[in-house]
């Protein structure tokens, strides 16, 4: 037994006395919270009803409206399916969550079923205050009513199973409840709701129809399945066939058709018929096309298609589509989309831009440069609105793709960000590759290039002055002859007319190359400034990011022992109690190690702000790897269990010409690179090796990790503006894009160098490989 002021309270089980079982019950209210608490509209429900007519291997399913207007409204859904005996609608329809479905994955037509959860009859209390379902078997003699009342569902206190509903045997279904009238109905369901709960006005019925409309993939194969409307002459514009809009995808200028497939390989196509173009990515393994992912997707095989359209009234002109067409089709139909088995997945891809579940929006406006407006490819990002695309999906071989009982949705996790980085990579590989092939058409123009041009133009305009001047100082004798013999007459008038003229244009030809070169020299410097700009405050970024992230853990130690300090000294101000003597010489100890720790590490990051390293000179490149891989000991060695083999780096003796912080924020990048891509990698296999070569006329420094590798084919994109491959644990690209691309212009820019990246080094992970002159001048003792 444990003691009264032990914090557990102890319970005897030795000799339980047994009561019997025990068992889970469900409140009536269940159906309300799956039905009308959980289906987000009246138009979700319907589609639900829809999709349950085409698992029933309906041919057609008429969505038919009565007393639009009155309180009298009602709606009758019905179709031709293969209709319930009363076995089929007491131990199927009626039962909530009932396998059936997932149990019987195709139809008798091989259809395969969409509905699996056994949920969506439920959308009737979410329409309507009362449902009739009729049903008939092919070649029956009778069929069967069921008359549900939903509101015994509102009723406290009730047991689900409690709650008891009218069932009938009926000789047919030969009467149509909206007009009385005796027609032909041999097989099928037919449910009539009645006491509707929303106002179905043209906008909704409208939304309706075009929310069936996307029901099925605009650009593929059409089946024997159809929905019709019908508002009993209402809103005659609405009634009729849905029509599926006619696909207008010759107008694309781009197609894009991407496969992740049953082996776990990614291979991408993009085409273009109008410029006889096409850009492949190889079959490629998962785990080489993304990283740090796992070894095979968790969503399964998946099949992606988009066509990509320039909204441009010049570019959408076609000679067998008008304007109009195209755009009216875009509008309709822009987004990427889900389908699974045929049937779309909500909320994905609407129009509207809801469901922009890649952030094509948000992408677009985080880099909203036109495709050549930024000559540096990588930069570019599709828009929501430029796109007509999906994602097929199936039952079948992407089980871990499940619906949300609400239907608005695929359960969130490991598979669906699968799926969201496979679609992410293909729209990464389309943007670089449009880009490129946009540049190579019409290259752009950077602001120093304009400036050229506007200096150009300055120069012309100075130059057509001067010779204007000249012709004018050639006539002057001339002119002042005829003006000084005949003062009063024509010639003279006409001698001073001309003078004025080329003095006036030669004033207006000064003016324009003087506003000329104004402009050209302010975008000269505005376009330095930004250069000079970008890359210190690059520099500095780099570093202070590292600097933050580094230090969170020694800082936290540091307060979180100085508290402990602070607290016992408090309560002991004049002395200190021998049982805590060790405890604060212990903690004091660590404050003391921590603190030299930050010390170390600030000292390095705030010595770039040194003026000498900010000005372009010769310096010693090993030396500066020796102390940026220094500062970096503890962190690399102790903390990220990673082995650095400097062996064939010299202390000294390798001059190059450049900005020393430049370089320093070089090395830097390339390690927080490799920590990244060592995260995954058992501790005791963690290693970064650097060497440098000695060539001819340069020195070519090595930088290999044995991580998980560049992505397969990104070998030069990773130097591209805002292009990354850094991905958080639920697979969101979470990188700037940017080290590497700073890091080649440092290279490149600054120092006349390159830089090449391996997508797999000597070290099994990325490697890096870096050439750069060496410099004239000789450097004392590495200073």
């Keep these: 037994m444990t003691s009264p002021t032990d914090s557990h309270t102890y319970v005897d089980r030795s000799s339980p006395k047994y009561l019997g079982k025990a068992s889970f019950s469900v409140s009536s209210r269940v159906a309300l919270q799956l039905g009308r608490e959980s289906i987000s509209s009246s138009i979700t429900a319907i589609v639900e009803l829809v999709k349950n007519a085409y698992d029933a291997d309906a041919e057609i399913v008429r969505i038919r409206f009565a007393n639009l207007g009155t309180p009298e409204a009602m709606l009758v859904i019905e179709d031709s399916g293969d209709g ?14 009932t396998s059936n479905k997932a149990e019987r994955r195709k139809t008798i037509k091989q259809r395969v079923v969409t509905g699996e959860k056994g949920l969506g009859r439920l959308g009737l209390d979410r329409l309507c205050t009362r449902t009739e379902v009729e049903s008939i078997r092919p070649g029956a003699t009778e069929g069967i009513r069921l008359e549900v009342q939903w509101q015994l569902y509102e009723q406290r206190d009730n047991r689900l199973e409690a709650i008891e509903h009218d069932l009938y045997s009926i000789s047919n279904l030969g009467t149509d409840p909206i007009t009385g009238e005796s027609r032909d109905y041999p097989k099928g369901t037919r449910l009539v709701l009645r006491g509707l709960k929303d106002k179905w006005d043209s906008n909704s019925i409208e ?51 991407a496969t992740l497939n049953d082996e776990n390989c990614i291979e991408i196509v993009m085409s273009s018929a109008r410029h006889d173009t096409e850009y492949h990515m190889k079959p490629t393994p998962w785990n080489e096309a993304v990283k740090r992912q796992g070894i095979s997707p968790q969503c399964g095989p998946v099949h992606m298609v988009f066509y990509f359209f320039l909204r441009r009234e010049p570019d959408l002109a076609d000679k067998t589509f008008r304007n109009s067409e195209i755009v009216d089709f875009l509008n309709f139909n822009q987004g990427m ?44 990002r599709i828009g929501p609105n430029q796109v007509v695309g999906a994602v097929f999906i199936t039952h079948e071989k992407n089980a871990a793709l499940n619906d949300q009982t609400n239907r608005e949705g695929l359960l969130q996790g490991a598979a669906f960000d699968h799926l969201n980085v496979f679609a992410t990579k293909v729209i990464q590989f389309f943007e670089i590759n449009n880009q490129r092939f946009e540049l190579g058409r019409k290259p752009a123009k950077v602001p120093a290039e304009r400036a050229e041009d506007a200096a150009k133009n300055s120069i012309q305009g100075a130059t057509d002055a001067i010779k204007d001047i000249t012709a004018l100082v050639a006539k002057l004798p001339e002119l002042a002859q005829t003006h000084s013999t005949n003062l009063n007459t024509e010639e003279s008038t006409t001698s001073s007319t001309e003078i004025n003229r080329v003095i006036h244009q030669v004033q207006k030809q000064l003016e324009a190359a003087t506003t000329g070169l104004a402009e050209s020299t302010k975008l000269f410097k505005e376009a330095e400034e930004q250069k000079n700009t970008m890359a210190n405050l690059a520099s500095l970024g780099i570093l202070a990011a590292a600097f933050g992230h580094e230090t969170l853990d020694w800082t936290g130690t540091v307060v979180k022992n100085s508290r402990w300090l602070l607290d016992n000294l408090l309560q002991k101000s004049y002395w200190v109690p021998p049982d805590v003597e060790e405890a604060i010489k212990t903690a004091l100890l660590d404050t003391a190690a921590e603190g030299q720790k930050v010390r170390k590490f600030a000292q390095f990051t705030l010595g770039n702000l040194n003026r000498e390293k900010r000005r372009k000179k010769s310096f010693d490149l090993a030396v500066t790897i020796h102390r940026v891989f220094d500062a970096f000991e503890e962190v690399l060695t ?58 001819p006329d340069q020195w070519v420094l090595k930088f290999s990790d044995s991580g998980v590798g560049l992505e397969s084919g990104t070998e030069t994109m990773v130097f591209l503006p805002a292009y990354s491959t850094k991905r958080s644990a639920n697979g969101e690209l979470i990188g700037t894009g940017m080290g590497l691309f700073i890091v080649k212009s440092f290279v490149e820019e600054h120092s006349n160098g390159n830089i090449f990246a391996i997508d797999k080094g ?9 050439q750069v002159p060496k410099s004239s001048k000789i450097i004392d003792g590495g200073k």
């Design 84 to 97: 319930m005996t009363v076995d089929d609608l007491k131990n199927h329809w009626m039962v909530i969550g």
């Design 207 to 257: 939304l309706l129809r075009n929310e069936l409309a996307l029901l099925v993939s605009p650009f593929q194969a059409s089946n024997d399945f159809c929905i019709e409307i019908d508002t009993s002459g209402v809103f005659v514009s609405l009634d009729g066939l849905v029509q599926i809009q006619k696909p207008l995808l010759d107008a694309a200028k781009w197609k894009v058709v």
């Design 337 to 380: 989309r889900i389908y699974r088995d045929g049937f779309r997945v909500k909320p994905y891809g609407e129009p509207d831009g809801s469901g922009d579940w890649l952030k094509l929006a948000y992408r677009r406006v985080q880099n909203p440069e036109g495709v050549t407006q930024d000559a540096k490819p990588g930069s570019w």
């Design 638 to 695: 102790v903390q990220r269990n990673t082995v650095i083999d400097l062996v064939n780096v010299p202390l000294t003796g390798c001059a190059i010409d450049g900005y020393e912080m430049d370089w320093e924020s070089v090395v830097v990048n390339l390690i927080t690179n490799a920590c990244w891509a060592l995260e995954d990698i058992p501790a005791g296999n963690r290693k970064i090796e650097v060497a440098i070569e000695n060539e």
């Design 762 to 770: 000597p070290l099994g992970g990325a490697s890096f490989e870096i």
